[in-house]
Structure formats: structure tokens, C-alpha cells
């Protein structure tokens, strides 16, 4: 089991680097073979988290202004922020290396754990957007 589980991180790197040397990513309308499937899934994750960072870096900066804007006492928005994203990430690492888990060591594998990644990266966006609004 332990060994599985050393594979994820591996066949994220890889599939990373396929992408990377990949210039001319294929069209994800188009995937006809699971390398495809597996390097769109990979592109779509890293967008998705590149929109996480910027929603998180928003919700930070909403953090602080409220914290500013409050007595010492009722301050710690920031803080309590960066403790839920710390422990959101070991959740969904977790949760995507659980969903992969049924394809250890397949070359679908890939196409399960970034899927995860795209979905749950979006939903935490939408949360984090939400708790911005709820700091302004």
C-alpha cells in the first residue's frame, strides 16, 4: 500500500513533464488517445489552481483589511484563513490520491488524480470567493 501511494506524486511529476515537453498540447475537445486525456487533465488542473492562487491571494488581502478594520481583540481573519487553506490542501491531496487509488499504477491514473485536482481546486475557489465577499 505504501508503495502505491509513493507512485501518485511520481505519476503526477511525469505527467507534469510530458506536459512540459509537450509544446504542442493536444486539443482537449479532441482526445483521442489517454496520453492526450491524461495531458489535458493536467493543463486543466494546473488552470484551476492558478485560479485558486489568485482567489486565495484576493480572500488574503480581504483577510487583512479586515483584520485592520477590527480591535486586536476581534482580529485573526488572516490567521484562521491560512489554517483552513493549509488543512483544505492536505484534505484534497488526500481525497485525489483516495480517488486514484482504483487506477494505481494504470495510465488512467493521471486522468483520475487531476480530474480531482480541476474539481475540487474550483469548488474551493468558489468558497474562498465567497468568504472575501463575506469579509468586505
Known amino acids: 500500500m505504501r ?7 511520481f505519476c503526477l511529476l511525469l505527467s507534469g513533464m510530458a506536459f512540459a515537453e509537450d509544446k504542442q498540447s493536444p486539443e482537449c475537445e479532441n482526445q483521442t488517445t489517454q496520453a ?3 495531458t489535458c487533465a493536467a493543463d486543466l488542473a494546473a488552470k484551476a489552481d492558478d485560479a ?3 482567489q486565495y491571494k484576493r480572500t488574503r488581502k480581504a483577510a487583512i483589511a479586515w483584520d485592520a478594520a477590527q480591535d486586536e481583540a476581534d482580529r485573526g481573519a488572516e490567521k484562521a484563513l491560512l489554517a ?3 488543512a483544505w ?4 491531496d488526500a481525497e ?5 487509488v482504483s487506477t494505481n499504477g494504470g495510465s488512467m491514473q ?6 480531482c485536482l480541476e474539481r475540487l481546486s474550483k469548488v474551493r475557489s468558489d ?8 469579509l468586505k
Do not use: F, H, W
Request: proline share 5%.
Open 3 to 9: 508503495k502505491s501511494l509513493l507512485l501518485v506524486p
Open 36 to 38: 492526450d486525456m491524461n
Open 52 to 54: 485558486l492562487n489568485a
Open 84 to 86: 483552513a487553506q493549509r
Open 89 to 92: 490542501i492536505a484534505y484534497r
Open 96 to 100: 485525489c490520491t483516495l480517488e486514484g
Open 110 to 115: 493521471p486522468l483520475m488524480i487531476n480530474g
Open 127 to 134: 468558497d474562498l470567493k465567497e468568504i472575501e465577499n463575506g
